[in-house]
């Protein structure tokens, strides 16, 4: 399995702020995911980030609101725009390590509240 | 899209008693993953299954998933306290990464 590092472990945030959550590996992956849990709800995609390229969004997400970087293999950023306090919930980046239908791997999360 | 339905929500279990969670799709599932989370936390992988029929077991966490591959369950023996929190199944999609989750199941122990 891999060790994934992700920050803040929480915050609270002005709505119109910005807030950029980093997630870190301890070893080079292939895929790294960003999924978002609204309150008392299951997890729901984001997009994909991808390494040198731009990140493949979800159908309801779009850059402009959530922009990723994915400088490295080891290591990718989700910025939350412009929030209000819909965007109140948990953020977890996930990776999938190399090899045929290898599990995803969470990071502990980002619990995100909006004033 | 895969849609996966659990049952039940929530749970409340006696400790040492046993317990079933299920997970139905609406379609063939490529690979369907069990995961834990404890309350506003991160989630814990605990199995994968991926073959029709398929069983697998950790200490007394056991998964199955059935021969058509659109259902699955997670049976827990002999509760104990460290098993509550939030099981999650998820979807693999064929020719990529992605997963979709199920609505999720609260489980409760209590003594």
């Known amino acids: 399995s891999a060790v994934i590092s992700q920050k803040p472990s929480r915050d609270i945030c002005q709505r119109g702020t910005s807030l950029t959550i980093q997630c870190q590996v301890d070893s080079q992956v292939t895929m790294m995911f960003w999924y978002r849990q609204q309150p008392g709800q299951s997890l729901t995609l984001i997009a994909t980030a991808n390494q040198g390229s731009e990140a493949t969004y979800e159908s309801g997400f779009v850059i402009d609101k959530f922009p990723i970087s994915r400088p490295n293999l080891t290591f990718s950023t989700l910025t939350v725009s412009n929030m209000s306090p819909e965007d109140s919930s948990i953020y977890l980046c996930?990776?999938?390590?190399?090899?045929?239908?290898?599990?995803?791997?969470f990071g502990d999360g980002t619990r995100l509240s909006i004033l | 899209s895969q849609e996966l339905e659990q049952s039940p929500q929530s749970l409340i279990v006696q400790e040492g008693k046993n317990l079933t969670i299920n997970c139905t799709s609406s379609?063939?599932?490529?690979?369907l993953y069990w995961y834990k989370q404890k309350y506003g936390e991160g989630l814990i992988f605990l199995m994968m299954l991926q073959k029709g029929g398929e069983e697998k077991s950790h200490e007394k966490i056991t998964a199955k998933l059935d021969e058509k591959k659109q259902q699955s369950s997670l049976h827990i023996t002999a509760s104990q306290p460290s098993h509550a929190g939030i099981y999650l199944c998820?979807?693999?999609?064929?020719?990529?990464?992605?997963?979709?989750f199920g609505t999720g199941t609260r489980l409760t122990i209590i003594p």
């Open positions: 998820g979807a693999a999609h064929f020719g990529n990464e992605k997963l979709t």
């Open positions: 996930s990776v999938a390590l190399q090899g045929y239908n290898q599990p995803q791997h």
């Open positions: 379609k063939t599932l490529y690979g």
